[in-house]
């Protein structure tokens, strides 16, 4: 559980100073910007290894139980997941209807999958994990609006709509088959 904790304090934590843009500046400004957003990304990817790791330590010494979610949520989980993917997709398409009405569509795709993962996991090792990701895109969604930036704006149904459902139900269908491969866990 240690492994995983670092992990998430590492990959939060670098996340979180991009919201704080006094300090980031004067990191840019003391290390230049190609060497900060290498070191960023370093933390990033080293975050994210521990996270994985940690959470695979977590899994095989034995779930830590909280609470038995009722089987009337995995169908909630499973279109929140697929909202998710279509929100990720779109973050990624040319502008459109979905990307200016999530106005944020990446902290919304993180907001949706963590939430998901969190209403069908009752283990603290989940809760740990999913509720951190949670509160820190509920955060950061505070401080983009805090820091003015509106985000996407509004337009009309354009081919990025089409591209960002299309490209996010792919994803889903394929999660069916990559879940327990990756993860180890079927999703249903």
């Known amino acids: 559980m240690k492994v995983l904790l670092v992990g998430l304090v590492v990959f939060l934590g670098i996340h979180t100073l991009t919201t704080l843009r006094e300090p980031r500046a004067a990191l840019i400004g003391r290390l ?83 939430l998901a993962h969190l209403l069908v996991n009752g283990d603290l090792g989940s809760i740990l994990l999913f509720g951190s990701l949670l509160a820190w895109a509920v955060y950061d969604r505070i401080s983009v609006k805090r820091r003015g930036q509106s985000g996407a704006p509004a337009s009309d149904v354009t081919a990025g709509d089409a591209i960002a459902v299309v490209a996010g139900s792919v994803a889903y269908a394929a999660m069916f088959w990559l879940h327990p491969l990756l993860i180890g866990v079927p999703v249903n």
């Not at 990817?45 to 095989?60: D, P």
């Open 32 to 114: 230049g910007e190609g060497p900060y957003k290498g070191l960023y990304s370093l933390a990033s990817a080293v975050g994210l290894g521990l996270i994985v790791w940690g959470f695979g330590r977590y899994r095989s010494s034995g779930y830590i139980a909280v609470w038995d979610p009722p089987g009337w949520l995995h169908p909630v989980a499973l279109v929140l997941i697929w909202l998710s993917f279509v929100a990720l997709a779109a973050a990624y398409s040319p502008a459109g209807k979905i990307k200016g009405l999530l106005r944020h569509p990446m902290l919304v795709g993180v907001k949706s999958w963590a």
